[in-house]
C-alpha cells in the first residue's frame, strides 16, 4: 500500500525546536521529490519546503526560510523537517506529500497530517 | 494574501457545472504546470489535476482543468453532494522559486 505517515507533532513554546518525519513506504521514494505542506487554523493550504530526490537541491517558503531545514534519508524512506525558532504563526497542520512525475509543486501522495501547536 | 486568486465561494445545484477559477501571473500559472486538490476538513488533500489538464487514476472525468496564459479553472460536471469541499490551485513561482496555492474555494452543493 502506498503510504506516507508523519510523526513527530506537538506542543512546544515559542522558540523552541521539533523535528517531524515522514515515513514512505509503497512507492520508489529515492526516486521522488517531497515536500512539506501546512495549514494553520482555518487557514489554506501552505506550501512549506521541498526537496528533490537525491537531497541535493531544497527549496523554502519565505515564511520559514533560516528556521526550517528538510532533509531526507533514501536508505530508510524517511522525510524530515527540522523546526527551529518556532513562532505562534507556525501553528497547523504539517503534510508530506510525494510529488508527481518529480514535480515540487504538484502531489500525489499525501500523508494524514501532523498537528504543530506553538504556544507557552 | 495569497500569489493565487480563487474565489473564496461558490454553489451550484446537484447535477450541475461548476467552475473554480485560479488567477496568477507570467512567473507563476503563465511559465508553470497547474494542479487542483480537493481538500475535506480533517482529511488529506486529494489530488484532482496535475500538469493543466491530467487526472491521475481514479478521479472521474467530471473533473477538468483548463490553463489559458495566467489564469487557470477547474470544472466539475455532475455535482453531487460529496463534492462538497474546499478546492486549492497549485503551482510553483519562479520568481519566488516557492510553491504556491490560491486561498482555496469552498463549493457548496445546494
Known amino acids: 500500500e502506498v503510504q506516507l505517515l508523519e510523526s513527530g507533532g506537538g506542543l512546544v513554546q515559542p522558540g523552541g525546536s521539533l523535528r517531524l518525519s515522514c515515513a514512505a513506504s509503497g512507492f520508489t521514494f529515492r526516486q521522488s521529490a517531497m515536500t512539506w505542506v501546512r495549514q494553520a487554523p482555518g487557514k489554506g493550504l501552505e506550501w512549506v519546503s521541498a526537496?528533490?530526490?537525491?537531497?541535493?537541491?531544497?527549496y523554502y517558503a519565505d515564511s520559514v526560510k533560516g528556521r526550517f531545514t528538510i532533509s531526507r534519508d533514501n536508505s530508510k524512506n524517511t522525510l524530515y523537517l527540522q523546526m527551529n525558532s518556532l513562532r505562534a504563526e507556525d501553528t497547523a497542520v504539517f503534510y508530506c506529500?510525494?510529488?508527481?512525475?518529480?514535480?515540487?509543486?504538484?502531489?500525489?501522495?499525501w500523508g494524514q497530517g501532523t498537528m504543530v501547536t506553538v504556544s507557552s | 494574501q495569497s500569489v493565487l486568486t480563487q474565489p473564496p465561494s461558490v454553489s451550484a445545484a446537484p447535477g450541475q457545472k461548476v467552475t473554480i477559477s485560479c488567477s496568477g501571473s507570467s512567473s507563476n500559472i503563465g511559465n508553470n504546470y497547474v494542479s487542483w486538490y480537493q481538500h475535506l476538513p480533517g482529511t488529506a488533500p486529494r489530488l484532482l489535476i496535475y500538469?493543466?489538464?491530467k487526472r491521475p487514476s481514479g478521479i472521474p472525468d467530471r473533473f477538468s482543468g483548463t490553463k489559458s496564459g495566467t489564469s487557470a479553472s477547474l470544472g466539475i460536471t455532475g455535482l453531487q453532494t460529496g463534492d462538497e469541499a474546499d478546492y486549492y490551485c497549485?503551482?510553483?513561482?519562479?520568481?519566488?522559486?516557492?510553491?504556491?496555492f490560491g486561498g482555496g474555494t469552498k463549493l457548496t452543493v445546494l
Open positions: 526537496i528533490i530526490n537525491t537531497g541535493g537541491s531544497t
Open positions: 500538469e493543466n489538464n
Open positions: 497549485g503551482t510553483w513561482d519562479s520568481s519566488l522559486g516557492a510553491g504556491v
Open positions: 506529500a510525494k510529488g508527481v512525475r518529480g514535480l515540487l509543486y504538484a502531489f500525489d501522495i
